[in-house]
């Protein structure tokens, strides 16, 4: 079926410095990739997403970018700030005949001040 | 807009007893679904609906049943809980649109635990 692995399942990062998270998804008519940010007893929040056809696509502070062939995409945040600390979750989602959001099983990301 | 709402937010249930976990929104979404969230486990899909009258399995579907008999509404229901079953679980809509599916939106979530 359907999987997506995430990594690292731990960042921790010194404020200011930039941070990686890579997920591998295996569906290829996958074609929908958000990123969801987790705060501690909070619920899931969009912080950013891409589809299939871009390649890459930027907000402030944070990216994404697609290898539509490797099957990989990633999400970078740069200037790091305490208020980055949370849980990262990224997906992915087909519409081939199903309707399924899969989730990677998360990164939780320590920025140190 | 109240957005996608969830009751409980907490409950503690016996080994065998049974109970549904209500779910709504008010975004006129034609796609909900529900999650369990475990530690190190990320987001599973439980079950999931496109419409109402339609649904279809998750990733984790053994032990939960859903039904989608309006647009608004979709509720969970376990059916003899297990211990295993202890989760926070988030139910989430979205719609359709053009392009597949679009940005979820999440609940608060229940947290349940099973004695």
């Known amino acids: 079926g359907e999987n997506v692995e995430q990594h690292p399942s731990t960042l921790s990062v010194q404020e200011g410095d930039s941070a990686v998270i890579k997920c591998t998804y295996s569906?290829?008519?996958?074609?929908?990739f958000p990123w969801y940010k987790q705060e501690l007893g909070k619920r899931p929040q969009l912080i950013i997403d891409?589809?299939?056809?871009?390649g890459e696509k930027k907000d402030q502070r944070i990216a994404v970018t697609l290898n539509k062939t490797a099957k990989h995409f990633s999400l970078h945040i740069t200037e790091t700030q305490p208020e980055d600390s949370a849980v990262y979750f990224c997906?992915?989602?087909?519409?081939?005949?199903?309707?399924?959001?899969?989730f990677g099983t998360g990164t939780r990301l320590k920025v140190l001040a | 807009n109240a957005g996608v709402t969830q009751t409980p937010k907490f409950q503690v249930l016996k080994t065998g007893q049974s109970m549904t976990l209500q779910c709504a929104q008010d975004m006129n979404h034609e796609y909900m679904s529900w999650y369990r969230q475990d530690p190190g486990m990320g987001l599973r899909l439980i079950h999931y609906s496109v419409g109402a009258g339609i649904t279809d399995q998750g990733e984790v579907p053994n032990g939960y049943n859903v039904s989608r008999s309006t647009t608004e509404d979709f509720p969970l229901r376990l059916l003899s809980a297990a211990p295993s079953q202890t989760s926070v679980y988030f139910c989430?809509?979205?719609?359709?649109?053009?392009?597949?599916?679009?940005?979820?939106?999440f609940g608060p979530g229940t947290r349940l635990t099973v004695l």
């Open positions: 569906d290829s008519a996958s074609n929908y």
């Open positions: 989430a809509s979205n719609d359709l649109g053009t392009g597949g599916l679009n940005e979820q939106f």
């Open positions: 891409i589809r299939s056809n871009v």
């Open positions: 997906a992915a989602t087909t519409t081939s005949g199903t309707y399924k959001y899969i």
